[in-house]
C-alpha cells in the first residue's frame, strides 16, 4: 500500500504566489524527505526532516511534519517559473535497510 | 564529480530479448537503490545493494529480473524476456547509508515494442 500520498494531485499558481503541497503517510517513519522531479530527469532532493522535529526551513521552502496526524506539508514561497515540477514525499518505514516509500507526486505548475 | 549515471538513456527492446540497465554511483557511495517509475506514478522501490550484497529486494518481481552490484564496476538491472508490461523509466539511486539523502541519476527509459 501507499506510505506516502500527496495531495493535491496537481496545482497551478501564478508566479510570485505561496504553494502549498501535504503528505500523509500510514506508519511511523524515523524521517521524511521531500523530493522534486523535472520533467525527463531524475529527482533532486530538496528537504530532510526528522520525526523528532516540527519544521524545518531551506531558503523558499518550508516544511512541517505533525507525526501525531502522519502528514507533512511543503511550502514554496514567491514562487518562480523555474519551481514547474513534480513533488513527492518519501518515507523511511524505521527499519534503515529499505529504500524510501515514495508518493505519486504532486504536479507543480507555475504560470509566468 | 559526477552525479550518478545511468546509461543508456534510452533503450528499446523486442518482447524477449533481454535489458540490461547500467548505474554508476557517486563517488563515495556504496548505497545503491534501482526504482520503477511508470507515467504519472511516483516511484516504486525495486532493489537496495551495498558492494556484492543484495540487501533487500522485496520490490522485485519473483521472475525475470534480477540485480548485481559486484565489487568493481557498476551496478546492473537485468530484466530477462521483457514484456510490453516492463515499459518504464528506471530510476538508480545512490547514498553513503544510514538516513543520508538519495542521490538519484537521469534513469533510463525502457520501451518494449
Known amino acids: 500500500s501507499q506510505q506516502g500520498e500527496e495531495d493535491p494531485q496537481a496545482l497551478s499558481i501564478q508566479e510570485g504566489e505561496n504553494a502549498t503541497m501535504n503528505c500523509s503517510y500510514k506508519t511511523s517513519i524515523n524521517n521524511l524527505q521531500w523530493y522534486r522531479q523535472n520533467s525527463g530527469r531524475g529527482l533532486v532532493h530538496l528537504i530532510l526532516i526528522r520525526s523528532n522535529e516540527r519544521e524545518k526551513h531551506s531558503g523558499r521552502l518550508r516544511v512541517t511534519l505533525d507525526t501525531s496526524k502522519k502528514s507533512s506539508s511543503l511550502l514554496i514561497t514567491a514562487s518562480r517559473a523555474a519551481d514547474t515540477a513534480s513533488y513527492f514525499c518519501?518515507?523511511?518505514?524505521?527499519?534503515?535497510?529499505?529504500?524510501?516509500?515514495f508518493g505519486k507526486g504532486t504536479h507543480l505548475i507555475i504560470q509566468p | 564529480n559526477a552525479g550518478v549515471m545511468q546509461n543508456p538513456r534510452h533503450l528499446v527492446r523486442r518482447r524477449g530479448q533481454e535489458a540490461r540497465l547500467r548505474c554508476s554511483p557517486m563517488k563515495g557511495h556504496s548505497h545503491v537503490y534501482w526504482y520503477r517509475q511508470l507515467p504519472e506514478e511516483g516511484l516504486k522501490f525495486m532493489v537496495y545493494l551495498q558492494k556484492e550484497n543484495i540487501i533487500d529486494e522485496s520490490g522485485m518481481p519473483k521472475e525475470r529480473f534480477s540485480a548485481e552490484f559486484p565489487k568493481e564496476g557498476p551496478s546492473i538491472l537485468r530484466i530477462q524476456q521483457v514484456v510490453r508490461g516492463d515499459s518504464a523509466a528506471y530510476f538508480c539511486a545512490s547514498s553513503q547509508g544510514g538516513n543520508s539523502p538519495l542521490h538519484f541519476g537521469n534513469g533510463t527509459r525502457l520501451t518494449v515494442t
Open positions: 518519501a518515507t523511511d518505514s524505521g527499519g534503515g535497510a529499505d529504500g524510501l516509500t
